[in-house]
């Protein structure tokens, strides 16, 4: 079946430092990949997608880029901000109707 | 345009008791989710509902079930429950065209403690 790893948190971060998430998958087929963030006391919301190989999907800094061929979609920010304190969750769907989700990051950042 | 609204935000109850959750999805939105969100086990997927019609079930036990409305308002419930229903429960609608590829749109959750 469908999965996805992601790293172990928690990362703490200072402000402007360089943030990596790594997630890899598992996936029969060709999945869509996400990053979704969940902010302190709010719900999930779609930070970035990708569709296909070698799609780079990108918002708010944030990029990843879903490579195929390691069968991953690690999420990079150059520059963090104490707003992006939050838990990231990496997560696929196949042709399922659901979405399988990574075990989050808890990303804290320090001004 | 209003987001997904779950209701009630908290609630507490027994062993044994049953519960009923309730979703209403962004106006327009005909696919409705459900997902439980706990520490240990992360988000797992309950099930999936688009024009009255279960498409995709998790592997939850049977005292999970949910059901969709003519207006795609959706509830869940949960019988017999048990210390380990404890959990947040999120619901996600979206326009529901395709089985994968499409942004959900979440609500804040409905924070249920079994005592």
């Known amino acids: 079946g469908n999965s996805v790893t992601q790293m172990e948190g928690p990362v703490t971060l200072s402000e402007e430092a360089f943030l990596t998430i790594n997630c890899t998958y598992t996936a029969t087929g060709y999945p869509s990949l996400f990053w979704y963030v969940q902010y302190p006391g709010e719900g999930l919301q779609l930070l970035l997608k990708?569709?296909?190989?070698?799609d780079k999907g990108s918002n708010k800094g944030f990029e990843a880029t879903y490579r195929k061929e390691t069968t991953s979609f690690h999420l990079e920010k150059g520059s963090v901000q104490v707003s992006d304190s939050a838990v990231y969750f990496c997560?696929?769907?196949?042709?399922?109707?659901?979405?399988?989700f990574g075990a989050g990051t808890t990303v804290t950042v320090r001004a | 345009k209003a987001g997904v609204t779950q209701t009630p935000r908290y609630l507490i109850k027994t062993r044994g008791q049953q519960v009923t959750l309730s979703c209403s999805p962004i106006?327009?939105?005909?696919?409705v989710s459900w997902y439980q969100q706990t520490p240990g086990q992360g988000l797992q997927f309950l099930f999936e509902y688009f024009s009255e019609t279960q498409r995709n079930k998790g592997n939850f036990p049977g005292r999970f079930s949910g059901r969709q409305f003519s207006n795609s308002r959706s509830e869940m419930n949960v019988s017999t429950l048990e210390l380990g229903d404890s959990a947040l429960y999120l619901c996600a609608s979206s326009p529901g065209q395709g089985p994968r590829g499409e942004k959900l749109f979440f609500g804040s959750g409905t924070q249920l403690s079994v005592l």
């Open positions: 997560a696929l769907s196949s042709n399922d109707y659901k979405l399988s």
């Open positions: 106006s327009g939105h005909r696919s």
């Open positions: 990708a569709t296909k190989a070698d």
